[in-house]
């Protein structure tokens, strides 16, 4: 297990640096300022050099990539162009509303996903196994901003029960889970968000399910006599590698948080710092935030790949 | 409804029902605006995110020498005193001004207002060698501290600022030149990122709290030295919204009382739950900038045809009524607006003048963007126009891209994209020289400054001449509105609409005026029970 941990950790290093690459390269190659920002309208271009050489961006590409590279490895991300705080700062404490975010759409994503996915591999072809799956293609084929703001029209608007947008009546820092003045900030965009992942993780297990019931050793279950709710057990044990990659990615997926769903609710995580750095050209806090998103991909999977092997000694032996 | 299906809330909850509820009884209340904004401004004196910043952070937390009178909804803002009583040019040289400080104001910390402090904070703008010289400050400030030179202190009472040209209208720019607490940031060690978190002004409102990207809230100050401007709530809350349907969700909801810009097809939704929808005319156009250099639009047939094509009342009709139709390039409520050609919808006189222009079909690039700072209904409008042009007899073609990219080609000039007829953009008219010499002023010429088709003639250069060494405001102001008309007659942009700036608000809330202008005094609002 020790080795499996080491590699996967080895293996982070190129994936980290291969987005690092990738993702300086695209902000420079869409067009616009990183200065935006901070620069009129009608700046002239002596004063837009004058502030692209105070920032450090008159460098050639390679060599601010570098500078960037080498104060990475030193813990240090820069400051934020737009708002002068340092990136970590920004990056982390996103991160964390994202993550309050998550604790809710997580759990109500995976439980609903998998039951929903178990129900209609357990029922082939039957009403509910319909029922399922017309339910989660329509899950992942809607587009969740619009269920977020028809969430809202109902909820928020229609039936005031429910807030609209923000974090807390007092933002953020005040924010608490078990307060419900604070909680019911995070219900509209917790739905929103779990949608989605509702639909791929119930598709994704009745598919491995329905693979697995159709194996040999499922018959020869059958055969010796075993009843039908230990036979679905050994299927679930079975069906549930690739259930948890799949997890494992849509997890990534909601710490990213969503950049349309956070905007929507006006939510404060990494998806909404995300969408503000791309559009201001923000290239410190968007180098920052895609470099951790990365990173707790490669940790999520890396978690998974461990819990397969836990699971499966298939796998281990691989 | 919800809550009525949970009844084991805790009691904390019910508790804190109760406190919201004695809070918005009390005399004044809160104001909590949704802004169109995605973020919180930036401030340390000049702020960021464009007008809104300026509007909701930096006028309530401080003052320029000269201030912008928002008090009446009736004529347009201009500039008034602020932390200057009064300004003068210098008999003896025509490029110094005499600024006389308003004495016994005091910073939000305690400290002394000065002429100690204006040079301070022109400095801090302006010299790079002096210790609070801010870069991200001195790009904020460029578009105002263009001419600026140099500053003295007097006494204590006044200050000389210098420009480097004669510049009649200079007190303009000061009038964006908001004054910081030189105590404040001295005492934060010039620790910028530390001071906006604790920013000090003069201004009506006191800074409370800032939670990053969420929310910044204010309290007054009692102590204002207008007294007439002594916030009349309790308490100013600005937010970030920049989906116009959530903004709308928010004051239905009762999140918040005050939204900026919402989108005119929720108007009708906003009146029937009761919302007041207040609207004005202000110096805000919506153009297209055009290539005078190269390409059909250096023929002025056919710049006027382009004109002609244009049914502005169909634009206006699109948005809901909530825009004037442009003829020009200020709208009709500014002093110098004067009598401009109006260029009536008239199809077949567009095409009889493309058609003498020999350009039938006339081919035309413009570079938009699909969103955008004060850009309106940018890509409906876009598709309108474009239909309307093609009637006539052009053939439309679009660069479709974002704000940033935009900004790009726009701060670059014709030079860098010469194969491009012109771009859509809405533009800030604040100040006669932004409004009408800069778009067209040869010293402005792209990327120097916002003349971006290089516009050039003799008459437009002895007109901005002029104007800049006309001291006499009577005499400017009939210089200003010759050259306005005469860039009309030139046919200088596609005119098409004013926006009008609808803002939605509770009907708790009264007393708010809606001044001609791109800033608003949120003092006078009063929120009742």
């Known amino acids: ?318 | 409804m919800l809550r009525r299906h949970l009844p084991g809330l805790p009691a904390a909850t019910f508790g804190a029902a109760l406190l919201l509820a004695a809070g918005a009884a009390q005399a004044g209340g809160t104001v909590t605006v949704a802004m169109t904004a995605g973020d919180l401004p930036v401030d340390a004196g000049q702020p960021d995110q464009g007008a809104e910043g300026f509007r909701f952070v930096g006028w309530n937390l401080y003052d320029a020498l000269i201030n912008w009178d928002l008090s009446r909804s009736d004529t347009a803002s201009d500039i008034k005193p602020g932390l200057a009583t009064e300004w003068h040019i210098d008999p003896a040289n025509s490029k110094r001004w005499i600024f006389t400080l308003r004495p016994g104001v005091k910073f939000h910390d305690g400290c002394g207002f000065s002429a100690d402090d204006v040079v301070w904070n022109l400095q801090r703008l302006n010299d790079k060698s002096s210790p609070q010289f801010n870069i991200q400050q001195f790009a904020l400030s460029r578009s105002y501290m263009t001419l600026y030179d140099g500053v003295e202190k007097i006494d204590d009472m006044h200050v000389a600022v210098t420009t480097k040209l004669v510049d009649a209208m200079f007190p303009y720019d000061m009038a964006y030149v908001p004054m910081i607490s030189r105590c404040r940031a001295e005492a934060l060690k010039l620790d910028w990122a530390a001071y906006t978190n604790a920013p000090s002004g003069t201004g009506p409102y006191l800074f409370d709290r800032m939670v990053p990207h969420e929310r910044m809230e204010f309290v007054p100050n009692k102590a204002y030295w207008d007294p007439k401007r002594i916030p009349k709530q309790d308490r100013l809350v600005i937010l970030p919204m920049p989906e116009a349907s959530t903004r709308t969700a928010a004051l239905l909801n009762g999140q918040v009382n005050f939204i900026e810009a919402p989108s005119p097809d929720t108007i009708p939704r906003l009146k029937a739950a009761g919302m007041q929808i207040v609207t004005n005319t202000y110096p805000h156009n919506w153009v297209y900038n055009l290539n005078y250099v190269k390409g059909p639009f250096t023929d002025i047939r056919v710049r006027k045809a382009a004109n002609y094509a244009i049914n502005r009342q169909d634009v206006v009709d699109l948005l809901g009524g909530f825009a004037i139709v442009g003829y020009a390039q200020v709208p009709p409520a500014l002093p110098y607006y004067g009598h401009p050609v109006h260029y009536e919808y008239d199809v077949a006189k567009a095409k009889a003048l493309l058609k003498e222009a020999g350009c039938l079909p006339c081919k035309v690039e413009f570079a938009i963007s699909n969103s955008g700072s004060g850009q309106m209904q940018v890509l409906p409008m876009n598709e309108l126009v474009k239909s309307q042009l093609e009637e006539a007899g052009f053939e439309v073609t679009f660069r479709v891209m974002d704000w940033n990219s935009l900004l790009e080609i726009s701060r670059s000039g014709v030079d860098k994209y010469p194969e491009l007829a012109g771009y859509n953009v809405s533009r800030l008219l604040q100040d006669p020289v932004t409004a009408i010499v800069k778009p067209v002023g040869r010293a402005y010429w792209a990327p120097a400054g916002s003349n971006w088709g290089h516009w050039q003639d003799p008459k437009t250069d002895e007109f901005v001449s002029k104007i800049f060494n006309e001291f006499d405001a009577d005499k400017r102001m009939k210089l200003l509105t010759e050259l306005h008309e005469y860039e009309n007659e030139q046919a200088m942009m596609i005119y098409v609409v004013h926006d009008v700036n609808p803002r939605a608000l509770s009907p708790k809330l009264k007393g708010f005026v809606q001044a001609q202008s791109w800033y608003q005094d949120l003092t006078p609002i009063e929120v009742t029970p």
């Open chain 1, 1 to 318: 297990m020790f080795a499996i941990i080491l590699r996967r950790l080895i293996y982070a290093i190129p994936i980290a640096l291969g987005v690092s690459v990738v993702c300086f390269s695209l902000v420079y190659l869409a067009p616009g300022d990183p200065l935006q920002t901070i620069l009129p309208a009608d700046a002239s271009a002596d004063t837009i050099a004058f502030i692209k050489h105070e920032y450090g961006f008159d460098r050639p590409i390679p060599v601010q990539f570098f500078f960037w590279l080498t104060r990475v490895l030193q813990g240090d991300f820069g400051m934020s162009i737009a708002t002068r705080r340092p990136v970590v700062d920004e990056v982390l404490g996103s991160l964390s509303n994202t993550a309050v975010l998550a604790t809710i759409a997580v759990p109500l994503a995976f439980l609903i996903g998998y039951s929903l996915g178990v129900i209609a591999g357990c029922f082939p072809g039957g009403w509910l196994d319909k029922l399922v799956t017309g339910s989660a293609v329509m899950g992942v084929s809607l587009p969740n901003y619009w269920v977020g703001i028809v969430l809202v029209i109902i909820f928020s608007v229609e039936m005031m029960a429910l807030p609209a947008t923000g974090m807390g009546p007092n933002g953020s820092t005040a924010f608490s889970l078990f307060r419900w003045a604070d909680l019911q900030y995070l219900i509209l965009p917790a739905i929103t968000l779990a949608l989605v992942p509702v639909g791929i993780l119930a598709r994704s297990t009745r598919a491995s399910l329905a693979e697995i019931r159709n194996q040999d050793f499922v018959t020869t279950l059958r055969a010796k006599g075993l009843g039908e709710g230990a036979i679905v057990r050994h299927m679930l044990k079975n069906a549930m590698p690739p259930v948890l990659a799949v997890m494992g990615l849509q997890f990534g997926y909601l710490m990213g948080g969503s950049i349309l769903v956070e905007t929507v609710f006006t939510w404060p995580g990494s998806g909404f710092v995300l969408s503000k750095a791309i559009i201001n050209r923000d290239i410190p806090v968007l180098q920052g935030s895609i470099l951790m998103l990365a990173m707790i991909f490669v940790a999520t999977n890396l978690v998974v790949d461990l819990l397969q092997a836990a699971i499966d000694p298939r796998i281990r032996r691989a």
